[in-house]
């Protein structure tokens, strides 16, 4: 499996997966309304097509996220440090990690 490194801010890999998400149910919604035979062969082409891209990407589930006690930008849940301002960021509490 290729796994594309993207050099990425975390909302930008999110917006990603969100396009993603959005492009695949366009394309399974439209993959039903054709009934021509060369429709038929380019749906599968751009089934194919887009199936590759989609593992090329790997871009995995979304990442819990919390939110720094500093300046309230989104972190990774098991950051250290904040990746806007770079504060330590304090360890959750048995009670915050069931919530998040």
Known sequence: MNNLMLSSSGADLSRLRTLVAAVD????????????ADGQTSKSA??????CLVE???????????????????????ATRCDHCWTSLLPLTAK????A
Request: aromatic letters at 2%; one cysteine or more; proline letters at 2%.
């Open 46 to 51: 751009l089934n194919t097509t887009w199936s």
């Open 96 to 99: 915050e990690r069931v919530a």
């Open 25 to 36: 149910k366009e394309v399974v919604h439209d993959s039903g309304s054709s009934t021509a």
């Open 56 to 78: 090329m990407l790997d871009l995995g589930t979304e990442p819990e996220m919390r939110t720094c006690q500093t300046c309230k930008h989104s972190c990774t849940l098991g």
